[in-house]
């Protein structure tokens, strides 16, 4: 298991960035397949985005394909979400998970969460 611990939330207009960090203890963070996920009011966790222990080797769900760059820093056991060009659709609770495998999209994938941060995008 690994500690999670999500910053970079807030509250920005339509069209702007904001970028998420989740910072990771523990030794096996390059090991792990990592996540982003978010839920918003009333709706299912749903994936965003994944980056394997394979460099260079990412995922991206379809709505947020060009404006989303999931990368990590294994140096510094952190994992970010760079977000541009937001819409008012991307507003949720972002929460940022371990796995194991080689990319994975779904919750059941993953081992460990963190306690999320929230995004709200305003029109």
């Known amino acids: 298991q690994v500690q999670l611990v999500e910053s970079g939330g807030g509250l920005v207009q339509a069209g702007g960035a904001l970028r998420l960090s989740c910072a990771a203890s523990g030794r096996s963070f390059s090991t792990y397949v990592m996540g982003w996920f978010r839920q918003a009011p009333g709706k299912e966790r749903e994936f965003v985005a994944a980056?394997?222990?394979?460099?260079?080797?990412?995922y991206y769900t379809d709505s947020v394909k060009g404006r989303f760059t999931i990368s990590r820093d294994n140096a510094k056991n952190t994992l970010y979400l760079q977000m541009n060009n937001l819409k008012p659709e991307d507003t949720a609770v972002y929460y940022c998970?371990?796995?194991?495998?080689?990319?994975?999209?779904?919750?059941?994938?993953?081992?460990?969460w963190g306690q999320g941060t929230q995004v709200t995008v305003s029109s």
């Open positions: 998970a371990a796995g194991r495998g080689v990319l994975a999209t779904m919750t059941e994938d993953y081992h460990s």
């Open positions: 980056v394997s222990w394979i460099p260079s080797t990412t």
